[in-house]
């Protein structure tokens, strides 16, 4: 009896496979405190390629100048601003970490107005919990102090590498949609979907936030709250807070008004956050995101929970890219081995998806 051997072909292909993913993972290893800079330098990328393109080969512009144009745009319009609000609400969060003596002034009109209100009364609020809430916010303090030096490396590995991607973007493209073993249609597929999610959490959710920081700022400057500036920076930079979002803010912020006696600009408060800047967040998710790529809500919600988690700040812009690409996967599987559903493309079409990947 003949016993059938594997194809050496195959035990080939595979070897190749297995070297590379093993070479991928040390190279992710040992490079992943570089990663935030170089999904950084995707991030811009995908944001100025058209824009970049346009002027390098429409209007036959220099690719080094226009690289370096793009760079000192971003550091004026994204770093500059970022670096700003950052340098503003650390001193100011500190401070207010530091004076103890009015956070525990604060707690305890907090937790006699909250001992005879249903649901209010259930929540816990004895000594040890205040100590434990303060405990979890000074620990951050100084590690976001420590991480200057680190977010300063990664803006430069970000822009280092931008710099390249766009001036041999082409030949980068090229290669990658080579090495990609898909049809054109499934290659086609995949583009559209990172593009149209980069963008869409790349550009909307700054919009989304700034437009509810200022809106709240407004309010809260209304209502005479302490420090209005600072709560409605506050309140922008938690709308990326999966779920709950601003409410994170104005809802403490209203109860702790309320508490202290002034009824009238707590109610005004909470029906302000409820109705004013709650509906900010529901119009823009539905003109402004939806128009920049219409994405799920849980693809947003769970893909930023998950991005959090892995990459940081930048995972508010790739964890629903790497929710999203299940279905996607999903898709190019039924496009190049579902029954029924594989299609061979003609010359013409093949150009025409080509083309479109090139714009």
Not at 330 to 358: F, Q
Request: hydrophobic share 50%.
């Amino acid at each position: 009896m003949r016993i059938k051997q594997i194809n050496n072909n195959s035990i080939n292909q595979i070897m190749l496979i297995l070297i590379i993913i093993l070479i991928g993972i040390i190279i992710f290893k040992n490079l992943f405190y570089y990663l935030p800079g170089f999904l950084g330098a995707i991030t811009l990328y995908i944001l100025f390629r058209k824009n970049f393109f346009y002027l390098t080969e429409v209007r036959r512009g220099n690719k080094t100048l226009t690289s370096i144009m793009f760079i000192l745009l971003s550091i004026v319009f994204i770093v500059l601003p970022i670096w700003a609000i950052v340098d503003y609400l650390i001193p100011q969060i500190t401070s207010f970490l530091g004076n103890t003596d009015q956070i525990v002034s604060q707690f305890n009109l907090l937790k006699e107005y909250m001992a005879d209100k249903p649901f209010l009364k259930d929540i816990d609020m004895s000594d040890e919990a205040l100590l434990a809430m303060l405990q979890r916010f000074t620990k951050y303090v100084p590690s976001i102090l420590n991480s200057v030096a680190e977010v300063g490396v990664n803006i430069l590995v970000t822009f280092f590498v931008l710099y390249f991607m766009q001036v041999h973007g082409r030949k980068m493209e090229e290669y990658i949609i080579k090495a990609i073993p898909f049809s054109p249609r499934s290659k086609d597929e995949i583009w559209h979907e990172v593009d149209s999610m980069v963008r869409s959490n790349a550009i909307g959710i700054p919009i989304l936030g700034a437009c509810q920081g200022v809106v709240a700022m407004l309010g809260y400057w209304i209502f005479d709250v302490d420090n209005f500036i600072l709560m409605g920076i506050l309140t922008g930079v938690a709308s990326i807070v999966p779920v709950l979002g601003t409410m994170t803010i104005y809802i403490p912020l209203g109860i702790i008004t309320l508490a202290s006696g002034q009824t009238g600009n707590g109610i005004g408060i909470l029906l302000y956050g409820l109705i004013l800047i709650g509906s900010i967040d529901n119009i823009l998710r539905f003109t402004i995101l939806k128009t920049l790529g219409n994405v799920p809500p849980l693809i947003t919600v769970f893909g930023v929970l998950l991005g959090l988690k892995m990459f940081g700040m930048l995972g508010l812009i790739f964890g629903p890219l790497i929710l999203s690409s299940v279905g996607v996967l999903i898709k190019v599987y039924s496009n190049e081995y579902g029954r029924g559903s594989a299609i061979i493309l003609d010359d013409g079409s093949s150009e025409i998806t080509n083309r479109d990947l090139s714009k």
